[in-house]
């Protein structure tokens, strides 16, 4: 039995948006920038998907514009801002996604902006104070926050950050990857300038993605060519893509409310499982264990290293997919467990959770998971055991060769 727990990485299209594809992919296939009847056709797809994004989100129809992904999208948003308003400071986190640092660091590489890097606490939450003081000494700033982590789940309580931005005349952009169809955003109440969104991470198709821009703001294109997306983005439209995202995130509202009560029951549940497991030395990553302060689909797990191998790779022995990093090997975590007070030589492993899991799913995950640590323990026991009479029988030799030169 297959059981995928690595919702965060991707999820598995909705049957309504595989149904909501299907006619763009075999019927209503002309490009969106023909003139003749099909291409309409096409075209007043992606205009019908633009208005339901943005009559969902409290924004304009204008403010949304279809990409192939988030990373498109971060790309594109913050070297555009950087470039369209000049600006020569940029205020961001050592754990954002790698879209977002790496975008920064090249531009800091070019000479274009200086990074500083809010502090952290030891879960990984932002320090407010620590931010207000970083924009009160540097005007011009760009903000670049994520909403939910892609790694621990944390939630940054982005209302609070665009209140200061706004404070002090900065520019915000937040990466609303892994909160997208999964908490309600009503941008018309938030002081937000940008954010993106990828419809894989929300039960849409893969290579479809949107940008926010407030309509206040101007953007240089960096893709040129044919004019689309209002000049914003050229090339031709994923009309599927497009259908299909929006369709995901209609979905995703509908149930909102019931599919996250649902996810947060999975979590707590896995939670309690593992503690009567009994498996010492686990710990919880970030604020992820917690329900108010984090993502409901991710948990993310410290466990003690395996004796030899990884709790990732046998889990997947046993057709369980999740993801994670071990430092257990010298492979090293990653950038984000590496910002937090983690205690070293641990296994981390990310379980994220959908609509379409289940509590015997997680039942067995953690019957599994036990059975691994048993096995390790047995294996632990053999080596040392093995260990022991090597050192004894080597020890019996060498005592009786000292006797035999005694003779």
């Known amino acids: 039995m297959e059981i995928y727990l690595d919702n965060a990485a991707t999820t598995a299209p909705d049957p309504e948006v595989i149904d909501a594809i299907l006619p763009f992919l075999t019927t209503h296939y002309a490009n969106p920038s023909s003139v003749h009847g099909a291409g309409r056709k096409a075209k007043d797809a992606i205009d019908a998907a633009r208005h339901t994004v943005a009559g969902l989100l409290g924004a304009l129809p204008e403010e949304i514009y279809f990409t192939a992904g988030a990373t498109e999208g971060i790309n594109l948003l913050l070297s555009g801002a950087i470039q369209a308003y000049d600006l020569s400071h940029v205020v961001t986190s050592r754990i954002e996604h790698k879209a977002v640092l790496q975008t920064l660091k090249?531009?800091?590489?070019?000479?274009?902006?200086e990074i500083s890097f809010v502090k952290l606490d030891e879960r990984g939450n932002i320090d407010l104070y620590h931010l207000e003081n970083l924009l009160r000494a540097n005007p011009r700033t760009l903000i670049a926050l994520m909403h939910g982590n892609n790694e621990i789940g944390n939630l940054t309580d982005i209302h609070a950050v665009g209140v200061l931005a706004q404070r002090y005349s900065a520019v915000f952009f937040t990466d609303t990857t892994q909160t997208?169809?999964?908490?309600?955003?009503?941008?018309?109440?938030?002081?937000?300038?940008?954010l993106v969104g990828s419809a894989h991470k929300f039960h849409g198709p893969k290579g479809a993605g949107f940008m926010y821009i407030d309509q206040k703001h101007r953007l240089k294109p960096l893709i040129y060519g044919g004019g689309q997306e209002r000049g914003q983005r050229g090339g031709t439209e994923n009309v599927p893509g497009v259908v299909g995202l929006a369709k995901a995130l209609e979905v995703s509202y509908r149930n909102l409310d019931e599919s996250q009560a649902k996810i947060s029951k999975l979590k707590q549940?896995?939670?309690?499982?593992?503690?009567?497991?009994?498996?010492e030395g686990i710990c919880y990553n970030g604020e992820s264990k917690s329900i108010e302060n984090s993502v409901a689909n991710v948990l993310s797990v410290s466990f003690p290293c395996l004796?030899?191998?990884?709790?990732?790779?046998?889990?997947?022995?046993?057709?369980?997919?999740v993801s994670g990093g071990s430092?257990?090997?010298?492979?090293?975590a990653s950038h984000v467990m590496q910002a937090l007070a983690c205690e070293a030589n641990k296994e981390n492993v990310r379980f994220s959770f959908s609509k379409f899991n289940t509590f015997d799913e997680l039942d067995r995950v953690v019957d599994i998971i036990v059975s691994i640590y048993e096995s390790d323990s047995e294996v632990a026991s053999n080596k040392a055991w093995s260990s022991i009479a090597s050192w004894t029988w080597a020890d019996s030799m060498a005592a009786e060769q000292a006797s035999f030169n005694k003779i």
């Open 269 to 279: 549940y896995l939670v309690s499982k593992l503690s009567i497991a009994g498996i």
């Open 327 to 332: 430092a257990c090997s010298g492979g090293g």
């Open 180 to 194: 997208m169809g999964k908490v309600r955003f009503d941008l018309r109440e938030a002081a937000i300038d940008f």
């Open 307 to 321: 004796s030899a191998g990884s709790i990732v790779t046998e889990l997947d022995r046993a057709g369980i997919a």
């Open 106 to 113: 090249r531009h800091e590489k070019e000479g274009d902006i």
